[in-house]
């Protein structure tokens, strides 16, 4: 009983027959399903009934016993299974097993696939660069940089045809293909000169010849680029250095503190007092070296909403010119000529006549020469309205202010015509004036109602003999009044 028991858990009594072929089912099959695997131990409470078991001393019951072996990857049975290996047909195979021996075959197959995987290599060179190969998706949608021309195009689609080419007869275990990303194929190599050379496709040759003119093509139009820009900017530097610049003391310019210093409360009581009608009749100041006498009904124009007057308009141009000979230093040499001066220079009945104001300028007269004067100032009544017209000697310019911003050529071609004929008169000599500018003045503080066209015309001439710019509006006009009133009640202005 023990030695059954044995027996049944060694194996069947197929194993122990003497006439059992072994030729039947072979242990190593040609299909490469039939591999030997290790069989776990089962007890007889498991084992079917139906099942032979092996012998104790049978080689398979041995082998049976050990785990079933796992490979880390499948690797390929070298022996002539239907495994299809490098594409060949079940036919096929069967035919070439015959005629040779199974290394002398995969050593053919072998060489036959490196040879033309060797001569598509050596149309490249390793190392040198990366060649992007694009996808037939960007060549569908017509995706073409604006640096390229249609014929570089063309050459560009040939060569990524060779590329193509050369990739299908390319083993995959070469190592020039390093990635494949998005359909484009990275290349690790360049096609140099001299490997183009020993390619036998006269078309190929083309479209290197092709390439190599187009790069040169782009490197004259890249130098013709750099020659435009480098012109263009001499240019630039050329016009800007014509333009007019803002002088430093323009642009930071200091304003001197006297220029809008309040009324002190002795002031503003002196000029309400002025003001009042008590002293309508009274005589308020003399002017001695212009013979002006100032009343309180001719002060009264310098009231709010009240027009300027000759009297107060002269003997303020007296003051600013005795205002200028005890600070010379601080303000520019001017002459300020009367508001009768244009009258009889220019007549509305007989028109210009320099003989009327000869003698106006006379050395003697004046106790300085005109022609020395930086600036002359001549007051232009129209009547019911005050302009400003500067002889500006010291910018060769004839300017004229109005500020209702109106323009009036006769005024500047008579002052021009006059200076000419003042400088032959008082020097003997003749000066050219046609470089000299005309000048309306448009930069200039506007009146912004019908009564201050007087003070404004004052305040022009008071800033400029300072050398200042203009730089008071409507809203000063009030105070300017007070303070002009207060200067001619002084007899000086500050």
């Known amino acids: 009983m023990g030695a059954l028991a044995s027996n049944r858990k060694r194996g069947g009594d197929e194993y122990f027959n003497s006439n059992f072929n072994h030729k039947k089912k072979p242990p190593y099959s040609i299909s490469m399903d039939f591999q030997f695997f290790k069989k776990p131990r089962f007890s007889l409470m498991n084992q079917s009934s139906e099942k032979a078991t092996l012998p104790s001393n049978s080689t398979v019951s041995r082998i049976s016993r050990y785990p079933e072996a796992k490979l880390p990857f499948p690797r390929a049975v070298h022996a002539p299974v239907r495994h299809l290996k490098f594409g060949l047909s079940s036919s096929k195979h069967k035919q070439d097993s015959t005629k040779c021996v199974m290394g002398n075959f995969l050593s053919c197959r072998f060489n036959n696939v490196k040879r033309p995987a060797w001569d598509a290599l050596s149309h490249f060179k390793k190392g040198k660069e990366v060649i992007l190969v694009e996808d037939d ?152 070296n212009s013979s002006i006498d100032i009343r309180g009904e001719v002060l009264q124009c310098l009231k709010p909403g ?86 500006n000697k010291k910018d060769q310019k004839f300017q004229y202010l109005d500020s209702l911003k109106g323009k009036d050529p006769n005024v500047l071609r008579a002052l021009a015509k006059y200076f000419v004929e003042e400088v032959k008169d008082k020097s003997g000599k003749n000066i050219d004036i046609s470089s000299w500018e005309q000048e309306y003045v448009e930069d200039l503080p506007a009146q912004e109602n019908g009564f201050d066209c007087g003070m404004f015309m004052l305040k022009y001439i008071d800033f400029y003999s300072r050398g200042l710019s203009l730089c008071f509006d409507q809203e000063h006009m009030p105070y300017f009044r007070l303070r002009t009133a207060k200067e001619i009640l002084n007899l000086r202005a500050d």
């Open 306 to 391: 009240a027009w300027l007057n000759d009297e107060v308009i002269n003997l303020y141009l007296e003051l600013l010119k005795e205002r200028e000979n005890r600070e010379p230093k601080k303000f520019l040499k001017c002459h300020f000529f009367n508001t009768f001066f244009y009258k009889k220079l220019v007549n509305p009945e007989s028109g210009y006549n320099y003989k009327a104001v000869k003698r106006w300028t006379s050395q003697k007269k004046l106790g300085y020469c005109l022609l020395d004067c930086d600036k002359i100032f001549v007051p232009i009544h129209k009547e019911i309205h005050w302009c400003l017209a500067v002889i």
């Open 137 to 288: 998706e960007k060549k569908e949608k017509g995706t073409v940089t604006d640096y390229l021309s249609v014929e570089e195009v063309e050459i560009i689609e040939k060569g990524k045809n060779i590329v193509e080419e050369e990739r299908h007869f390319q083993p995959s275990s070469s190592s020039d293909v390093t990635e494949l990303n998005n359909g484009s194929l990275r290349v690790e190599s360049s096609l140099d000169v001299s490997s183009l050379r020993r390619i036998s496709n006269v078309q190929d040759l083309e479209a290197y010849k092709k390439l190599l003119e187009c790069a040169e093509r782009r490197n004259s139009k890249l130098k013709d680029l750099d020659f435009q820009i480098e012109l263009n900017q001499k240019r630039k530097t050329g016009l800007e250095a014509l333009l007019p610049g803002k002088k430093p003391e323009e642009q930071v310019e200091v304003l001197p503190p006297e220029l809008f210093v309040p009324l002190t409360e002795e002031e503003m009581t002196l000029v309400s007092r002025a003001f009042s009608a008590k002293n309508w009749r009274k005589l308020l100041v003399s002017h001695q």
